[in-house]
């Protein structure tokens, strides 16, 4: 039990919970909402669709989670729930390609950040399972537009396999719409110095060394993993008895085409031979970070590759670049003809900073209308679910926002969402202190006054 609760007896910590609900209507910080039951009609509105352009003074009809009719003039189904949104705008909810949300919370403590495993090849760790579905980024993330989170594992060569995370639920496998979304690699850096194994620093104690390995030994040994995964794969389908491995089996989906590799790679060098080990695998190829993409877009055109922006709101690393590289990158690959998602930064902290990432790249030359699409459908086009969310279309989960105006703009205000037709609690963490301590202030302005 934690410390501050140590002596304090149940009736006590009862008479607590009590008044603090009595003195404020907004303790429960974020309250989750069950399945949606009663039809709802979402009238008069400027609806963005995003892949079948604009309706201005739309409607759409949402029932059992999905969306069932979108148009104008369209009947209401007996028993609806009737919204009058003259004047508003519909958007589809925005969608984080690379997050960590729900599988970290607290920088600074190890036991709330369940992010890393342990050793270089975990193909089989997936993401959901570890999500937190009482995480505080979570309601912070949905209000500001983010309803669809790719939790994604990290570290060592392979990391793991990204989850989509549908925002809204009471457990990881209510909130779950894809487990194993995207298998992800860290693409070695040329650039390193060569990586030490063995039990203890380079002249130190600890154990008998190893070399360190090159960056042609580490990508070998990437090699080596899949092939090994893909003989796995070719015994099982032949029937052959073999120990099950967890590992190579979860390898599968991605070998055969199913699942894309996001593969975070930054250089010239490190895209460029992922590309070509990608292709050599034939494997479905994402670049996430891809910080000089710029540098190889007509290959990237060429071999069809998309790549995952995981920051547009980002100071040059390096003297030589302008100050601007990062917020018209964007522009830039489009320019190109290379296809992007921009992703909030990865950290948990800054999936709410998602649609700021994009509006950045709408200030520094890309259109607000692609801007709008690579943090909806060509997210969801390149993790798999394109098929349930990224767009307002008939048939797709209803999980929507209804705005001032374009979500990708500060000034603006997210003033109702629903996922999968639940309309869901607005409340989070940072709007519940705000009230909290605007009473203060306003305590405090009467002591003055008196």
């Known amino acids: 039990m934690n410390a501050t609760l140590k002596g304090i007896t149940q009736p ?251 593969v975070a790679a930054d250089g010239v060098a490190q895209i460029n031979d992922a590309i070509t080990w990608a292709k050599e695998e034939k494997l479905r190829l994402v670049i996430r970070g891809g910080r000089d993409a710029i540098h190889v877009a007509d290959r990237l055109k060429a071999e069809n590759v998309p790549v995952i922006l995981t920051s547009t709101m980002a100071a040059p690393d390096r003297n030589y670049e302008g100050y601007d590289g990062a917020y018209t990158m964007p522009a830039r690959l489009h320019a190109a003809g290379v296809k992007i998602a921009i992703s909030g930064g990865s950290g948990a902290l800054y999936s709410n900073r998602l649609p700021w990432e994009a509006g950045v790249a709408v200030a520094f030359g890309l259109s607000e209308e692609e801007a709008l699409k690579a943090v909806t459908i060509n997210a969801a086009e390149m993790m798999g679910v394109s098929d349930k969310v990224g767009s307002l279309e008939v048939g797709k989960e209803a999980t929507l926002l209804i705005t001032t105006g374009t979500p990708l703009d500060m000034t603006s205000n997210i003033e109702q969402s629903y996922i999968q037709g639940r309309e869901i609690n607005m409340l989070d963490i940072q709007k519940f202190f705000f009230e909290k301590y605007m009473v203060k202030i306003q305590q405090q302005k009467k002591k003055i006054a008196m």
């Open 12 to 262: 006590a910590l009862a008479l607590a919970a009590v008044a603090l609900l009595a003195g404020s209507a907004t303790a429960q910080v974020r309250m989750t909402v069950p399945p949606q039951e009663q039809a709802v009609v979402l009238r008069g509105a400027t609806i963005h669709t995003v892949t079948n352009g604009v309706i201005e003074n739309g409607t759409i009809v949402l029932d059992g989670g999905r969306i069932r009719a979108i148009g104008k003039d369209l009947a209401i189904p007996a028993g609806a729930k009737v919204v009058d949104l003259t004047g508003k705008h519909i958007y589809p909810g925005l969608i984080d390609a690379y997050s960590t949300v729900g599988i970290s919370e607290i920088g600074a403590v190890d036991v709330s950040n369940d992010v890393n495993e342990i050793g270089d090849f975990n193909p089989n760790v997936r993401a959901d399972v570890a999500v937190n579905a009482e995480s505080r980024h979570i309601g912070t993330t949905r209000s500001a537009g983010v309803l669809v989170a790719f939790s994604t594992p990290g570290g060592g060569v392979i990391s793991g396999l990204s989850s989509a995370m549908s925002l809204e639920g009471w457990t990881w496998e209510e909130m779950s719409m894809k487990g194993a979304a995207a298998l992800n690699v860290n693409w070695p850096d040329p650039n390193a110095r060569p990586r030490r194994f063995g039990g203890g620093p380079p002249g130190g104690q600890g154990g008998p060394q190893r070399a360190p390995k090159t960056y042609a030994e580490q990508v070998q040994e990437l090699k080596d993993f899949f092939a090994e995964a893909r003989a796995y794969r070719d015994a099982v389908k032949a029937g052959q008895v073999v120990r099950t491995d967890t590992r190579y089996a979860s390898m599968a989906p991605a070998l055969d085409g199913s699942i894309p590799v996001v």
